[in-house]
């Protein structure tokens, strides 16, 4: 519900394209602060729209570059590194 709704109210596009003048679908929400299992229960976390932002799934690798490698399918169907 609470996903829903902010995706409502930024209607539904990627924040960070639209930074740059780009007009993407977002599909995820995003927490700016991640959740863990000691802040997951803390509404001002997990709740919070000031938390949150709505991405494309490439600006959504971007933000987790630095932690974990992301993947997406080539038109070949072939996995390949994002960023």
């Known amino acids: 519900m609470c996903r829903n709704s902010y995706m409502d109210k930024v209607g539904g596009l990627c924040e960070e394209c639209l930074k740059r003048g780009i007009y993407t679908p977002a599909e995820i929400v995003h927490h700016r602060v991640e959740l863990t299992p000691d802040n997951i229960k803390d ?11 709505a991405v494309c799934r490439e600006c959504h ?21 994002v960023r």
């Open 61 to 81: 690798a971007v933000e987790h570059g630095a932690r974990q490698k992301r993947y997406k399918v080539d038109q070949n169907g072939r996995a390949v590194a």
């Open 43 to 53: 509404p001002t976390i997990a709740l919070s729209w000031s938390n949150l932002k």
